[in-house]
């Protein structure tokens, strides 16, 4: 009905534009309207257009800042249509690198930990604090990248905490939520429904040209190795080692877009001071005879420390005896042994050995 039977306020326009849109689009797909194919002479100047949008991710499902952007090249390709170019306007999904496969694992974790479906804590919504404070840290690191609390890490968080109920946003039924626990299954879930906004929306792109990305689908990727390979012979690629946020689950670096919070947080460079501790030991550091031992304190400020006459500890503190190599041994957090030894600073690469546990008193 284009109106309300209570009397209320009449949809009759609306009705008949979505008519017209309807219409207009079928009669679009059913003529071809947007395939473009290459003529038999080359294009003079003005005769060819291509226009192409950064791929979008395809971890859910698309919002009106996806339109807002596309709008501005949908325009220009129509305008370019309109002035008689063979206009060429592909479209693709970016399916490549760490969310996905994080979101799947996160998920193949609650189901393992909570069941299927899963009984999770009988708590009140728990909004996420942690991403205001991570927030602060960025605004400190980086202020160009943060006008307030609110980033695009928060934005990006809500309030929901776990994977599953992220799901259940997007509407899917427990059955078809636990299918996502294989990152394959996000690439043939929601590139069909993009797919089928974006049409609803009228962008004006030819259809044959759309793909994923991932080995997935072995043409794109067999472009990729290519790419790698050329830029790599060319000497424009190199591996090596360099300071980075990195994900000792994922093993892996973690970029920007690969954090549910913290994005913009770059590495803080600290300096460590060492300070050799004199023997003969307590009893304590029994294990540690014939090391080198020493109080290792990090500082952003080492120029503050000439003239120090004292190294304190926090009376409720707990540190640790760890091994850097054969033959030194650092006194500091635990957290900070895991630091280092991702830094090749322990005697096994990635795994801090703790040689004696202590406490500040």
């Not at 996806?66 to 970016?94: M, T």
């Not at 695009?152 to 427990?174: C, R």
Request: net charge positive; hydrophobic share 35%.
């Amino acid at each position: 009905m284009s109106s309300n039977p209570d009397g209320g306020k009449s949809f009759a326009r609306r009705d008949l534009l979505l008519k017209i849109q309807s219409e207009a689009q079928k009669s679009w797909e059913d003529n071809k309207v947007f395939e473009a194919d290459p003529g038999n002479s080359r294009p003079g100047p003005g005769e060819k257009f291509f226009g192409n949008f950064p791929y979008p991710y395809m971890n859910g499902l698309l919002h009106l800042g996806h339109a807002f952007s596309l709008s501005k090249l949908e325009f220009g390709a129509a305008y370019h249509r309109l002035r008689g170019s063979n206009v060429l306007l592909p479209f693709a999904f970016h399916c490549t690198g760490m969310p996905i496969k994080a979101s799947a694992d996160k998920l193949a974790r609650e189901i393992q930990q909570y069941g299927n479906p899963p009984v999770f804590p009988a708590t009140e919504d728990v909004i996420f604090e942690v991403v205001d404070n991570q927030a602060d840290q960025a605004v400190a690191v980086a202020p160009d990248k943060f006008k307030s609390k609110k980033s695009k890490a928060a934005s990006k968080a809500g309030v929901q905490k776990f994977q599953w109920e992220i799901m259940k946003g997007f509407g899917l039924s427990d059955e078809d939520i636990a299918k996502f626990q294989d990152p394959y299954h996000w690439l043939t879930y929601f590139p069909p429904l993009a797919k089928e906004d974006l049409k609803a929306f009228g962008l004006g792109c030819d259809w044959r040209r759309s793909f994923i990305t991932t080995d997935m689908n072995p043409f794109y990727d067999a472009f990729v190795r290519w790419q790698m390979r050329k830029l790599k012979k060319m000497g424009k690629v190199v591996k090596d080692m360099r300071y980075t946020i990195y994900s000792p689950l994922d093993g892996q670096p973690c970029a920007d877009h690969d954090r549910a919070t913290g994005e913009g947080v770059l590495p803080q460079e600290y300096v460590l001071i060492k300070m050799e501790v004199v023997p003969p030991f307590p009893p304590k550091f029994k294990a540690l005879e014939g090391r080198k031992v020493y109080l290792a304190a990090a500082t952003l400020r080492p120029e503050t420390m000439y003239g120090q006459t004292n190294c304190w500890v926090l009376p409720d503190g707990k540190y640790g005896a760890f091994e850097i190599n054969d033959t030194d041994v650092f006194i500091l957090t635990s957290r900070s042994a895991l630091n280092l030894a991702y830094q090749n600073q322990s005697r096994i690469p990635e795994k801090p050995t703790c040689l004696a546990e202590l406490s500040g008193n």
